[in-house]
């Protein structure tokens, strides 16, 4: 199995700033990430996909970047509205598995 | 847009069997494959297992041997059942298509809107 590490488990920062999540992958899953944000209640939902494709609808503020093993999410200029937690998944194989999350705090 | 609808009971005693059911809407059923996902409170998300329509199934290693996935292709549905439940088995669960029509894993995009499983006598 393809394990999934990322990094800060918990992020406190202030509306405006710039904000990057790390995923780690165990091996190679060339492109195949997304990055999903999850509301209490909500199921998660895509803002990033094949590492640094946005998805549409989502505000241009998010971005990806990576290939491989290391990538990450950036949020530049926080909004309050950014409050969820963040998780990677690789869907390289089939049950593509997911990072533990990140708590994003304002 | 596709929209997945899921219900089943929310208390589940200790041993006794999980059932939830999750209909698709609003695009195609066939040719794509369709999987649970979960959450224990608090937690992250997990993997159960996917099936396509022609009922090939793919489940997690860790739960193998309590699950059982099938379709209803004439109802656009499919079903999950987990047997010898457990406290650990408490979680949201959601219903997600889970590949393309060329059988080829992508980022989930729909959802259900999640089903609250809690395992208690």
């Known amino acids: 199995d393809i394990q999934m590490t990322q990094s800060p488990s918990t992020l406190s920062a202030s509306v405006g700033d710039r904000v990057t999540i790390t995923c780690r992958a165990s091996q190679s899953v060339s492109s195949w990430l997304a990055w999903y944000q999850q509301k209490p209640g909500k199921a998660p939902s895509v803002l990033i996909y094949k590492a640094s494709s946005l998805e549409s609808g989502v505000p241009s503020r998010f971005s990806g970047s990576g290939s491989g093993t290391e990538f990450t999410l950036t949020i530049n200029s926080l909004q309050p509205d950014d409050v969820a937690t963040y998780y990677c998944?690789?869907?390289?194989?089939?049950?593509?598995?997911f990072g533990q999350g990140t708590k994003v705090e304002v | 847009q596709v929209q997945l609808q899921q219900w089943g009971a929310g208390l589940v005693k200790p041993s006794e069997t999980l059932s939830l059911t999750c209909t698709v809407s609003?695009?195609?059923?066939?040719?794509?494959?369709w999987g649970w996902i979960r959450q224990p409170p608090g937690k992250g998300l997990e993997w159960v297992g996917e099936i396509n329509h022609s009922g090939d199934t793919n489940y997690s290693p860790s739960l193998e041997s309590r699950v059982t996935m099938s379709v209803d292709t004439s109802r656009n549905q499919m079903s999950l059942k987990l047997t010898s439940v457990t406290a650990a088995d408490t979680a949201v669960y959601y219903c997600a298509r889970v590949r393309n029509n060329y059988g080829i894993a992508v980022a989930l995009r729909d959802w259900g809107q999640g089903t609250l499983v809690t395992v208690s006598s």
């Open positions: 609003g695009g195609s059923f066939s040719g794509y494959y």
């Open positions: 998944q690789q869907y390289s194989t089939s049950l593509g598995t």
